[in-house]
């Protein structure tokens, strides 16, 4: 057994302050986005984790790319009949997490996932790179493939098929905008008496803010 109990770090780079945020959490996730863009030290800012419930009935996490954040939520586009696709299908409320080292922070957003409009998904499509977009249509995403070779020849025909031509958007691949309903905002401290506060939506489309306990 590896023990790990003596990896311990102190946070003191910025502190969390009901006199210092705003009533709405996106204008602070804009905020703190662009602090820790700007900060540097991690290689994509968008990166975050998407929780969703499985169809076996186990969660299940997975790294994604957020690619637009609006006062209505957060949009990350995949495959539609993908793993997390389904699970979204068969139950919507799904988890996004940002950690962002470098500053010491972490945003956890509970949300209700639901397909964007097809022009949204198809404008978004359009400005991928050639590759991206005929990898989204060479992979059964999820799906039990026999080799990678299997992807590669696959691909190589793709790329024959298409040469010269426009690239439509497969119609089971596209966004998903996250409508949240609660956002909790962590910032790392000393004593481990870190900083909490959390959103929550109420009936009248306001936000309750309030401090966690560490």
């Known amino acids: 057994m590896e023990d790990l109990s003596n990896y311990r770090k102190s946070y003191e780079k910025s502190e969390l302050l009901e006199t210092n945020i705003p009533e709405d959490p996106i204008n602070l996730f804009n905020r703190w986005f662009h602090e820790v863009e700007d900060f540097g030290g991690v290689d994509e800012v968008n990166a975050m ?3 969703t419930f499985g169809l076996d009935g186990f969660p299940k996490s997975r790294v994604v790319l957020l690619k637009q954040f609006t006062y209505e939520g957060f949009i990350f586009y995949t495959n539609y009949n993908s793993e997390k696709g389904r699970a979204i299908a068969n139950n919507p409320n799904v988890c996004l997490s ?19 409009s097809e022009n949204l998904s198809d404008g978004y499509f359009e400005s991928r790179p050639t590759g991206s977009k005929l990898g989204a249509i060479v992979s059964n995403q999820s799906e039990i493939i026999a080799s990678r070779s299997v992807l590669e020849e696959s691909l190589k025909q793709l790329e024959h098929d298409f040469e010269g031509k426009e690239i439509p958007r497969p119609s089971y691949w596209g966004g998903y905008l996250i409508r949240p309903v609660a956002v909790e905002f962590w910032q790392g401290r000393p004593n481990r008496l870190h900083d909490r506060i959390r959103y ?3 009936d009248d489309y306001f936000w309750k803010i309030d401090r966690l306990a560490p």
């Open 49 to 51: 984790t998407v929780s």
């Open 98 to 116: 940002f950690f962002w080292s470098s500053l010491e922070r972490q945003v956890i957003i509970k949300g209700i996932a639901e397909k964007i």
């Open 200 to 202: 929550e939506l109420q």
